[in-house]
């Protein structure tokens, strides 16, 4: 069965970067792209990037641009995404999903998200 | 950028009746790029439906989705217990974009 297994939560000083991993099982790692979401507490969804891990090619929401790298490591079908500059604002649950594809993408698979508080 | 509007905020209704959730899009969209969410207290959103009317796996036949253009509905025929939540739709043009979402709730 389908599985993304994600890393445990962090806490992280205003400033610092966060490394979040997503771990794929159960079908090709290398056949679906995976996207980032983010959940602040109490809100709404956001996306955040996604990544193709056949060919390491990226795309980021605007907002992100210039502070999140999505990379993976096919070897072991894993995705991580880092943040970097951290704010209180990026305090979330973040997300990793599986994209499906019906003409366009829709995330059929998601995991079980990171928790990341940023506290000075 | 395409913005996704959902109305109700809220929608308060008793098991076993009839749940109406409107998704709106700033401009018209492609039916193929319009999904459906359903997002329970703490756990992962779950994919109820894509291209604006296909179920999605195991998604019982309750939930049906419809709309064309700028407008969307994701109608519950009759509400489970199961089924109070938030609901989300998505949208996809290069980037992927969230409604705000419509909690529903029991009355």
């Known amino acids: 069965q389908v599985q993304l297994v994600q890393s445990g939560p962090e806490v992280k000083k205003p400033g610092a970067s966060v490394k979040v991993s997503c771990k794929a099982s159960?079908?090709?790692?290398?056949?679906?792209?995976i996207h980032w979401v983010r959940q602040a507490p109490g809100q709404g969804l956001e996306w955040v990037g996604w990544?193709?891990?056949?060919?390491?090619?990226?795309n980021y929401a605007q907002k992100f641009q210039g502070r999140v790298t999505v990379t993976r490591d096919t070897s072991i079908s894993t995705a991580y995404m880092e943040l970097r500059r951290l704010s209180s604002d990026d305090g979330a649950l973040y997300y990793c999903?599986?994209?499906?594809?019906?003409?366009?993408?829709?995330?059929?698979?998601w995991g079980q998200g990171a928790l990341v508080t940023v506290s000075s | 950028e395409i913005v996704l509007t959902q109305s109700p905020g809220t929608l308060s209704l008793s098991p076993g009746e009839r749940a109406t959730l409107s998704c709106r899009a700033s401009?018209?969209?492609?039916?193929?790029?319009l999904a459906w969410y359903q997002q329970k207290p703490g756990q992962a959103p779950r994919l109820l439906i894509y291209g604006a009317s296909n179920r999605a796996t195991g998604i019982p036949d309750r939930f049906s989705g419809s709309g064309s253009g700028t407008d969307f509905t994701l109608t519950v025929s009759r509400l489970e217990p199961e089924d109070f939540a938030v609901y989300y739709c998505q949208h996809y043009a290069g980037s992927l974009t969230f409604g705000p979402g419509t909690k529903v709730d029991i009355k």
């Open positions: 401009q018209s969209v492609s039916s193929s790029s």
């Open positions: 990544i193709n891990p056949n060919t390491g090619g990226t």
């Open positions: 999903a599986r994209a499906n594809y019906n003409f366009a993408p829709f995330l059929d698979y």
């Open positions: 159960g079908y090709t790692f290398t056949v679906h792209f």
